[in-house]
């Protein structure tokens, strides 16, 4: 398994504002992921992170709003770009271990409140 | 189209009323599915993954199965703390870019009273 923090745990920002969420491994993955989970919804995938590469996006959502950074294999930052209400929500890193077949752990969340 | 459904919503049960939990899915290549615990206002917890139909996982009053087209999350004896949504989650795909990529389902509420 690995050891995953997240860094801020919860904020609460203005309208048009970023913000930028950092997640930390306690060790080198293969694989890094940001998740989304809306009130009341389940997990949505925003993207992909890749060391030394542009991260990979899934539909619906882009780099402009959701800019992600990979320097290493243990760091990634998220940042929610020009923040709207409908911007609240968990945000979540996940990880998929070296030798770790198939399995993926999750950081703690990001509580992100947008008023 | 749903890829991953999980029922029910919310399930209520008594401490010790034995239960399961069903994950059916829609994909095609399956490569895995698993199953998280997430209590309010954390990250999911790994619980189990499966490979295969017919294979099987244990893991204290939790029991996990796949088939071809559903995963069962058996509780035995629950107790309070086992109170949390559990949630379902595939990877599939054929390669490429989707290596790694988990598609949810919606989650259970599991609420055990004493």
């Known amino acids: 398994s690995a050891v995953i923090s997240q860094k801020p745990s919860r904020d609460i920002c203005q309208r048009g504002t970023s913000l930028t969420i950092q997640c930390q491994v306690d060790?080198?993955?293969?694989?890094m992921f940001w998740y989304r989970q809306q009130p009341g919804q389940s997990l949505t995938l925003i993207a992909t992170?890749?060391?030394?590469?542009?991260?990979?996006?899934e539909s619906g959502f882009v780099i402009d709003k959701f800019p992600i950074s990979r320097p290493n294999l243990t760091f990634s930052t998220l940042t929610v770009s020009n923040m709207s209400p409908e911007d609240s929500s968990i945000y979540l890193c996940?990880?998929?271990?070296?030798?770790?077949?198939?399995?993926?752990?999750f950081g703690p969340g990001t509580r992100l409140l947008v008023l | 189209e749903d890829q991953v459904t999980q029922s029910p919503e919310a399930l209520r049960l008594q401490e010790g009323e034995s239960s399961s939990l069903n994950c059916s899915y829609t994909?095609?290549?399956?490569?895995?599915l698993f199953w998280y615990r997430q209590d309010p206002g954390k990250g999911p917890e790994f619980l189990f993954t499966?490979?295969?139909?017919?294979e099987e996982k244990e893991k204290e009053r939790l029991k996990a199965t796949l088939t071809k087209k559903e995963s069962f999350l058996h509780i035995t004896a629950p107790k309070p703390e086992d109170s949390a949504t559990y949630l379902c989650?595939?990877?599939w795909g054929a390669g490429g870019t989707s290596y790694g990529k988990l598609t949810f389902g919606q989650g259970t509420i599991l609420t055990v009273h004493p």
């Open positions: 499966l490979y295969s139909a017919g």
């Open positions: 992170a890749n060391q030394g590469s542009e991260a990979t996006y």
């Open positions: 994909v095609s290549g399956l490569r895995g």
């Open positions: 996940s990880v998929r271990t070296q030798g770790g077949w198939e399995t993926q752990y």
């Open positions: 989650a595939v990877n």
């Open positions: 060790s080198q993955v293969t694989m």
